[in-house]
C-alpha cells in the first residue's frame, strides 16, 4: 500500500496495555484537519517460470543498504527504480528505453509464473513482495525485470509468515502482515529474531506507513485462505509504549489497500474507494468504483487503485470518480496490491502469477 508528506501524530499517553482502542482515544497534530469535501484538501518458494528462486541467506534486501530503504511517510514508495527493457518480460508496449523514458502507459509484465503474490513494497532499485503458499515468502527482485526473485525471509521467520499478506521496509527493519494471526510483525533487514510490532482487530492484511514509528493497516480477508476470518476494520499502530493498535474505522466490511497522505487514511470498500481524517470518528468520503483492492497515493495526492479484479484506476484530487487506466486482457487477476514511484505504478496479480509495473 504513498507520498513523502509527514503528518505528526501526537499520541495519547496512557493507551498501551489495551488489546485494542476505538478512534476517539488517538489525536494528530493540527496539520490533520478534516477534509470539507470529498477529493478536496482532504487528499491518497516463488519464482519466475523456467528457473528457481534464489535465498538470501541473511534476510536482507538483495543488493539494497540499509540507508537505502524508505522512511517512515512513505507507504509504498522508495527510490526510483531503475527503468531498463523489463529484463525480456515486457507484455509487448511501447519501448521503455527511450531517451526521455517511457511513455505514458507502457506495460512491463516484470515477472511472471509466481505464487499468489500479495502485497508489493519498492526497496533501492528492487520490488519486493509476500507470495508462495503457507508459509508464505517474502521476496525481491530488481525493479527493472531483469532480476531474479530471491527469498528475503528467514528460518526463523517461518512460524511468522503464516497467512502473510503485506510487507514494508524502513532504513533498518523489515514489516509483514500475517492475516489470520492478527499481527504486525517487524523484523531487522540483517537477521534476527522477528517479533509482534502490533495486533490488529481480527485479520491484518494491507500495510503501509504513517507518521514516525506508526504503520497503518487494513483487515482484509484472503480469498486464498480457507478460512478467511473476520474484516471490517481501519487500524494504526503500535499505541504508545506496547504492542496494540488503534481502530480509526470500523465497520468497514472488506477493508481493503491502505495508504496515508496529508492528514488522510484512503482504503478499498467493495463499493470504490474510501478516505477520512487520520482522527477517525469523522466523514468518510467515498468515491464509487467497482471493488478495490490494493492502492497507495503520490506526494500530490493522486491514488492508483485496483478495482473489480482486473483494473487499475487512477484518481484525481478533486474529481469525483476515478479514471481507469489499465486493464488486463488475460482475466481477473484477483485482489492485488500497488506500489508507486516517480516514473511507474506497480501491482500485483496474484492470481495470474505476475509482477506487472505501467509507466506513470
Excluded at 87 to 97: N, R, V, W, Y
Aim: proline letters at 7%; aromatic letters at 8%.
Amino acid at each position: 500500500m504513498a507520498g513523502r508528506a509527514r503528518v505528526a501524530l501526537l499520541l495519547l499517553l496512557g493507551l498501551a496495555g489495551c488489546p485494542q482502542f476505538e478512534s476517539n482515544d488517538w489525536s494528530v497534530g493540527d496539520d490533520a484537519s478534516p477534509s470539507t469535501e470529498a477529493g478536496g484538501d482532504a487528499t491518497a518458494p516463488d519464482s519466475p517460470a523456467g528457473g528457481p528462486d534464489a535465498h538470501a541467506g541473511d534476510g536482507a534486501v538483495p543488493d539494497a543498504a540499509a540507508g537505502d530503504a524508505p522512511s517512515g511517510a512513505d507507504a509504498k514508495q522508495d527510490g526510483k527504480p531503475s527503468t531498463g527493457d523489463g529484463g525480456g518480460h515486457d507484455s509487448g508496449g511501447t519501448d521503455a528505453s527511450t531517451a526521455d523514458g517511457p511513455a505514458p502507459g507502457t506495460v512491463q509484465k516484470l515477472y511472471c509464473g509466481l505464487t499468489n503474490p500479495r502485497g508489493i513494497a519498492l526497496a533501492t532499485s528492487n520490488v519486493c513482495w509476500v507470495g508462495g503458499l503457507n508459509p508464505r515468502g517474502l521476496l525481491c527482485a530488481a525493479a527493472d525485470g531483469s532480476g531474479t526473485p530471491t527469498h528475503i525471509d528467514t528460518q526463523s521467520d517461518e512460524s511468522w509468515l503464516l497467512d502473510a499478506f503485506d510487507l514494508w521496509f524502513d532504513a533498518s527493519n523489515v514489516y509483514w502482515t500475517n492475516g489470520g494471526h492478527n499481527q504486525v510483525v517487524v523484523r531487522p533487514q540483517a537477521g534476527g529474531a522477528p517479533q509482534q510490532y502490533f495486533s490488529g482487530g481480527g485479520r491484518v492484511s494491507y500495510l503501509a506507513a504513517g507518521a514516525g514509528v506508526t504503520l497503518w493497516a487494513t483487515d482484509f480477508p484472503d480469498p486464498a485462505d480457507t478460512n478467511p476470518g473476520s474484516s471490517g476494520e481501519v487500524i494504526v499502530g503500535p499505541n504508545p509504549g506496547g504492542t496494540s493498535s488503534n481502530a480509526i474505522y470500523t465497520n468497514e466490511a472488506m477493508a481493503a489497500g491502505v495508504a496515508m497522505y496529508s492528514g488522510n487514511v484512503y482504503w478499498g470498500t467493495p463499493g470504490g474507494l474510501a478516505f477520512g481524517t487520520v482522527v477517525g470518528n469523522s466523514t468518510i468520503y467515498r468515491i464509487p468504483a467497482p471493488a478495490v483492492s490494493g492502492l497507495d497515493v503520490d506526494p500530490a495526492g493522486v491514488v492508483y487503485f485496483l478495482a473489480g479484479g482486473q483494473d487499475l484506476y487512477r484518481y484525481v484530487t478533486g474529481a469525483t470518480s476515478g479514471t481507469r487506466v489499465y486493464t488486463e486482457t488475460q482475466g481477473s487477476f484477483g485482489a492485488g496490491d500497488v506500489a508507486l514511484d516517480a516514473s511507474w505504478v506497480y501491482f500485483s496479480e496474484p492470481d495470474l502469477g505476475c509482477i506487472v509495473r505501467m509507466a506513470r
